[in-house]
T-cell receptor, first 113, second 114 residues
């Protein structure tokens, strides 16, 4: 069974640009969660998508958005990039059910110059 | 409010020595508890999880953790550390209902010396 696939692995952007990150969850998993990891703030929850609907959202500005497609693949978008958006963005595939387990991808490393 | 505390930022142990990484949580009820490991530049790999039942849980790579309700702790242990265990370790708590998001501790970086 394939794991969680995140693309691209690395991105370099400049301030003001926008970026789109992609995540393909484990086959059969219908929910995806996104996290931002930085040295200063650690791992912070961004949002969760289930069946193409955002079900849960963390405390991030509206510049951070996402979506999910009918095949459960998810994208997150960051508009008007700021230097502080430089981070490792991790996608988690949720097994679902009451005893949910999150399986993480390798992440996308975003550098904003 | 839920929170996770990993009091040790960095731990150094000798190869072959035993290891214990501390984790304390604050949560309104008994949460679901997890330990993940992250190698440099990589994502998070699940080591073990606790949902209910036996308070001593076994995980992959020879790790185990013990849930102690009275101490709000979920410490990770390994009897004999290998050089390949050098990585960052994260404790996390998850809600028992509703949302699929985890609250993570700040992590403990493990260095293994020969």
């Amino acid at each position: 069974k394939a794991g969680v696939t995140q693309t691209p692995r690395y991105l370099i952007k400049t301030r003001g640009q926008q970026v789109t990150l992609s995540c393909s969850p484990i086959s059969g998993h219908r929910s995806v969660s996104w996290y931002q990891q930085t040295p200063g703030q650690g791992l912070q929850f961004l949002f969760e998508y289930f069946s193409e609907t955002q079900r849960n959202k963390g405390n991030f500005p509206g510049r951070f958005s996402g979506r999910q497609f009918s095949n459960s693949r998810s994208e997150m978008n960051v508009s008007t990039l700021e230097l502080g958006d430089s981070a490792l963005y991790l996608c988690a595939s949720n097994s679902g059910g009451a005893k949910n387990i999150q399986y993480f991808g390798a992440g996308t490393r975003l550098s904003v110059l | 409010a839920q929170s996770v505390t990993q009091p040790d930022i960095h731990i150094t142990v000798s190869e072959g020595a035993s290891l214990e990484l501390r984790c304390n949580y604050s949560y309104g009820a008994t949460p679901y508890l997890f330990w993940y490991v992250q190698s440099p530049g990589q994502g998070l790999q699940l080591l073990l999880k606790y949902f209910s039942g036996d308070t001593l849980v076994q995980g992959i790579k020879g790790f185990e953790a013990e849930f102690k309700r009275s101490q709000s702790s979920f410490n990770l242990r390994k009897p004999s550390v290998h050089w390949s265990d050098a990585a960052e370790y994260f404790c996390a708590v998850g809600p028992i209902t509703g949302a699929n998001n985890l609250f993570f501790g700040t992590g403990t970086r493990l260095t293994v010396i020969p």
